[in-house]
């Protein structure tokens, strides 16, 4: 069940919150886990048998590791085992059913590994106790708002709220405004550059332009950064709604001067959870410059290939990871090179590795960086007005929104406590819901090329 849909926002959404707000605190946590077994059994059945084998795992292994360290204990080979058995539940369901077919399955999935891994670690190194309610760790595990694939959060930071969720009426009005907002970058701004995307590809591929094979690289990335960002929104808009309080995963990535700013950026709680239980561990011990260029490029992999389990994103993640090396390794040069050059070397870089998942083969994708560099100028300059002016209205709009300044003003106008602010809020919700599903009964697909 896409949290885009008709379906997720006039009928599961409404029957959902009214049965949990009716429900008494201590046990919405139950509620959250059954909506969440709704929504990846909705994308297939079959996605429930590894999604339940995860929960008890987490539940069971995380008190068997906190037992065995109290009694001073080895609990590596119990952690060892779970995080090999979680991983083999998502690779078993990949292979048996597929990848594109049920993807909000295997995005679910994929969430409730991370949750799952981030649980038990934290648990292992003791800074985190084990929670003895079933229904708290299934609630967790499979965190509801954050099946739509973002964001991650630790178990710690939202231990309290789980304890007995609560729902604030203007908490919750700020999460459906901010749900919705998600949404409207989603379906309106997003799927609309996707579609413009496909329509190059075509016109690239027989113009063989340089010139629109980089504006179509720049579109894609705007279409990729717009859905995960309304993703996000979406999230942390429900999650708002359910009494819980979730950091934003995005920091202006477009004002990075480094592709390893970028990409710490870019999606925090992906580069938190890297970082945290990958990079970390692996140089607990060793301390060699060398050692922890491999390690970073070893996280910016796996981070990448949490995406999708695909060659693409194989070498999307390879390449981001020698770039990351090579800034490590070259820092006090980059750092006498005007900023102005390193913002335009550091977006093309980041425009070509987009373009390595933009297509459904490795072939294509190369194919298309290929033209980047090696296209013919655009003789005929129609289609180059053409695809200018559709992109144009969506890039301002963009430029403008990602403005930190204007994202300040935005946020102190919905945390206002005035009448007028508060007439305001109801209204500006209206408009939106109904813009939305205007757009969402139209249809809004991702073009045919996008894989993402």
């Known amino acids: 069940m896409s949290y885009t849909s008709i379906i997720f926002l006039y009928f599961f959404l409404p029957a959902f919150m009214g049965l949990y707000a009716v429900v008494k605190a201590p046990y919405r946590p139950l509620i959250m886990s059954l909506g969440s077994s709704i929504v990846i059994g909705w994308a297939s059945l079959w996605a429930l048998i590894p999604m339940g084998l995860n929960v008890l795992l987490t539940y069971f292994c995380g008190i068997i590791i906190f037992n065995k360290i109290q009694k001073k204990k080895s609990a590596g080979p119990v952690l060892a085992v779970f995080i090999v058995a979680v991983m083999g539940e998502i690779v078993w369901f990949y292979a048996f059913h597929g990848f594109d077919s049920i993807l909000p399955a295997v995005v679910g999935l994929g969430v409730t590994s991370l949750n799952s891994i981030s649980y038990i670690t934290d648990v292992y190194h003791g800074e985190s106790q084990p929670e003895t309610r079933f229904f708290t760790v299934w609630a967790y595990v499979c965190f509801l708002p954050a099946l739509c694939g973002i964001p991650f959060a630790r178990y710690e930071t939202l231990r ?17 405004l901010l749900m919705l907002i998600g949404i409207s970058e989603k379906v ?36 990729l950064y717009l859905k995960l960002k309304g993703l996000s929104h979406i999230a942390r808009g429900f999650g708002m709604m359910l009494g819980f309080e979730i950091k934003r995963s995005f920091d202006y990535p477009y004002s990075s001067f480094s592709v390893r700013e970028y990409i710490k950026r870019w999606n925090i709680p992906a580069y938190d959870f890297g970082k945290k239980y990958i990079y970390d561990p692996l140089t607990a011990n060793i301390k060699s410059k060398g050692f922890g260029m491999f390690a970073a490029a070893m996280t910016v992999t796996v981070i990448c290939l949490s995406y999708s389990i695909s060659v693409n994103y194989l070498l999307w993640g390879v390449l981001t990871a020698v770039i990351i090396m090579l800034e490590i390794h070259f820092e006090k040069l980059l750092a006498k090179i005007p900023k102005a050059v390193r ?19 490795p072939e294509a994708s190369l194919n298309h960086i290929l033209l980047m560099f090696t296209g013919g100028m655009l003789l005929d300059s129609k289609p180059l007005l053409y695809f200018l002016g559709n992109a144009l209205p969506y890039f301002l709009l963009i430029a403008v929104f990602e403005l930190p300044i204007v994202n300040s003003l935005i946020n102190k106008l919905i945390e ?37």
């Open 160 to 176: 309290k709220t789980f304890a007995a969720p609560k729902l604030k009426i203007d908490l919750m009005a700020d999460g459906i």
């Open 188 to 223: 309106i701004v997003s799927d609309r550059l996707y579609d413009l995307f496909s329509d190059m590809q075509t016109t690239t591929a027989e113009g063989s332009s340089s010139i629109l094979s980089w504006i179509s690289a720049f579109i894609f990335g705007a279409a």
């Open 343 to 361: 913002f335009i070397l550091t977006h093309s870089l980041v425009l070509i590795g987009w373009m390595l998942i933009s297509q459904s083969s």
């Open 416 to 452: 206002r406590k005035s009448s007028f602010i508060s007439a305001a809020k109801p209204l500006l919700i209206f408009l939106l819901l109904i813009l939305c599903t205007s757009f969402m009964m139209n249809g809004g697909l991702h073009a045919k090329g996008a894989v993402i």
